[in-house]
């Protein structure tokens, strides 16, 4: 795991997680979220609608920037405070996703760090466009 206080980080740092969304994925989601929309869960429900296929939670897929900023940039310590998420094309099963987090701002004054965050499928497409804002873990003085 990472640890990078605001004075370690640049405008232009990145970090970057590949996953591939399995039925599993989908299923443990639906659990713990209480999201069991037919959309996700029911293959026949599915095809009636605009995806013609069953479609991975946004928001399943949106956790992966919280592993990127809570792991890798800044790391651990960060404290998330705010993420826009526009979903711009479904995710499928067996898709692979990678997420891509960006520092774009950094202020130093109040400690918080502005991000863009990205996740691309594997054809190359925008599936999700946001931004972050986070807290970085302080400096430890000693």
Known sequence: MNRKTIEEL??????????????????????????????????????????????????????????LLGTELPGLGSIYTNQTLKFTKPVYLNDEITATVTVRELIVEKNRVILDTTAVNQKGEVVILGEAT????????G
């Open 10 to 67: 640049k405008i232009g740092d990145q970090a970057s997680l590949k996953k591939k969304f399995v039925e599993a994925d989908i299923v443990g989601f639906a659990e713990v979220s209480g999201d069991r929309n037919p959309a996700h869960m029911d293959e026949a429900y599915a095809q009636t609608t605009i995806f013609k296929t069953r479609i991975v939670h946004g928001m399943l897929v949106g956790s992966l920037f919280s592993a």
């Open 134 to 141: 986070i807290m970085p873990p302080r400096k430890v003085s």
